[in-house]
């Protein structure tokens, strides 16, 4: 299946028609997830009727949205109201929503078809996507490896060519991680770019959702539908979106790329800091000026986060209660029993840690040493990266400290699991924009990725540095072998 804007050129001029392309994908899944696990829903009768009812309006001369007919998938903590909206926990299993989320509606009134949602870490609370209810999703390269995590059912699904295309969420890394892991192209867009209006919150400062897409191009052309205000999500900032696929074209040459010295330290593997080393080479020789930077406070960062994210997730997942909706106990002796073993019952283990973490962070005599602290801890993060984007246009790191790790192998360890977002989780504390893009592989054949950090509401800079970086390379070509 070819990308998302050829595939939407074929159909609106007739080369292909969007039931074609949405047969052939909903076969493709039928074929291959059983593999994978990547998707935890999808609706083949649903898909196929709006498919056709997008052919039928390009054969009435009716006008098409940039995306006409395109198949994608979506996280499973968007809200959907044609499918189940379970966030990959038991708490919502069942759950319906009556309304979409801002970008599924702008997915649809830009001519998508959504055909499935995917799986994730229960409620996006990890780093592997194994923490789901429901299943572990496998990584395409190797599927006794982790495709990371949380979105790692939507780099999964889009990195072994089941959709050209999916969106995730990224509250410390959810998307770029799991785009490296895969070898595609994530991006976390600024803090405010993208309407957070019906994503099953996390941690509200700092969720974010994004496309995972095979290439530059289709990202930013997904971020352009997506993007933008809106008046339902108090957070979303009401600036102009600039035209981001036009953007991509701009030279390398004379653009000012950052490399911090705190990025690679203890604990990054060889392979992956040579190919983030080839790839800051390979932009050299195209033009771009490789520039030292300092980022001070970031050995803070991994602190800072789990602190945070962890007495917002607190706060946020206190509604489900076992009384308004969501899972409930059967015979509670009591509304203390009923709270508790509602609780109990549905939520797995990871997001009881998160749960504890941060009520622990939240409880009196214990607020302002810790999570007071970390949000002026947070205040210095991000006053690092806006005094060093203010020397460079976009800074430069690797994704992840490692490539994709085995199934299992972090399960019994939580810190280890949160370290795979040790370079990730600033750029969520800072509010600004980043993008994941396949930079290399390493001696067991798993990608790898380049993470490109630019200023808040900078997308355009990272996009068209990506995007130029991709002309050089054909990383992002490969498919997984059973996957062609």
């Known amino acids: 299946m070819g990308g998302i804007v050829d595939l939407a050129d074929d159909i609106r001029s007739g080369r292909t028609s969007s039931e074609e392309a949405v047969t052939a994908c909903m076969e493709h899944v039928d074929l291959h997830d059983r593999k994978l696990e990547s998707f935890l829903s999808r609706d083949r009768t649903y898909a196929v009727k709006r498919a056709r009812s997008i052919d039928e309006a390009r054969a009435r001369g009716d006008g098409l949205g940039l995306l006409a007919g395109v198949p994608l998938a979506v996280k499973d903590n968007l809200c959907t109201t044609f499918s189940r909206t379970t966030c990959g926990s038991k708490m919502l299993g069942r759950f319906e929503s009556i309304y979409n989320a801002h970008v599924v509606q702008q997915l649809k009134s830009a001519g998508a078809v959504i055909v499935g949602k995917t799986n994730l870490d229960e409620f996006a609370m990890g780093s592997s996507t194994e923490h789901s209810a429901f299943a572990a999703t496998r990584n395409p390269w190797n599927r006794l490896c982790v495709p990371g995590g949380s979105s790692g059912g939507?780099?999964?699904?889009?990195?072994?060519r089941l959709v050209p295309g999916a969106l995730g969420s990224d509250t410390g890394g959810s998307i770029r991680q799991p785009a490296s892991f895969c070898g595609v192209v994530g991006l976390k867009p600024s803090y405010g770019r993208v309407s957070r209006y019906g994503l099953v919150a996390f941690a509200s400062s700092l969720d974010q959702i994004g496309p995972i897409t095979t290439d530059v191009r289709d990202a930013a052309l997904l971020l352009q539908i997506i993007a933008g205000h809106d008046d339902r999500d108090s957070t979303s900032v009401n600036a102009a979106v600039p035209d981001y696929p036009a953007a991509i074209d701009r030279s390398l040459k004379g653009t000012r790329v950052g490399v911090a010295r705190e990025y690679f330290g203890e604990g990054l593997n060889t392979e992956v800091a040579d190919a983030v080393h080839a790839a800051?080479?390979?932009?050299?020789?195209?033009?771009?000026?490789?520039?030292?930077?300092?980022?001070?406070?970031?050995?803070?960062?991994?602190?800072?986060?789990?602190?945070?994210?962890?007495?917002?997730?607190?706060?946020?997942?206190?509604?489900?209660?076992g009384v308004h909706y969501g899972h409930r106990t059967g015979s509670p002796a009591d509304i203390v029993n009923l709270y508790a073993a509602s609780r109990g019952e549905a939520f797995g283990a990871e997001v009881k840690r998160r749960i504890m973490l941060g009520t622990y962070a939240l409880s009196a005599g214990y607020y302002e040493a810790y999570y007071l602290k970390a949000l002026k801890v947070r205040t210095l993060i991000k006053r690092d990266f806006d005094a060093a984007l203010q020397q460079v246009d976009v800074i430069a790191?690797?994704?992840?400290?490692?490539?994709?790790?085995?199934?299992?192998?972090?399960?019994?360890?939580?810190?280890?699991?949160?370290?795979?977002?040790?370079?990730?989780?600033?750029?969520?504390?800072?509010?600004i924009c980043a993008i994941s893009v396949p930079c290399g592989f390493d001696s067991s054949g798993l990608p790898i990725g380049l993470q490109l950090m630019g200023p808040s509401f900078g997308e355009e800079k990272i996009l068209a540095v990506a995007h130029q970086y991709q002309q050089l390379t054909d990383h992002h070509k490969r498919v997984p072998p059973d996957f062609e």
Do not use: Q, W
Not at 154 to 160: H, I, P, Y
């Open 154 to 160: 939507s780099a999964a699904a889009v990195a072994a």
């Open 280 to 321: 800051l080479d390979a932009m050299r020789r195209a033009g771009a000026v490789i520039v030292d930077i300092h980022l001070p406070h970031m050995k803070y960062a991994v602190a800072c986060y789990y602190l945070i994210a962890t007495a917002e997730a607190s706060s946020n997942l206190a509604r489900f209660d």
């Open 397 to 431: 790191s690797p994704v992840s400290p490692t490539t994709a790790f085995a199934i299992g192998e972090r399960l019994e360890d939580p810190l280890a699991m949160y370290l795979a977002d040790i370079y990730t989780i600033s750029a969520n504390l800072a509010g």
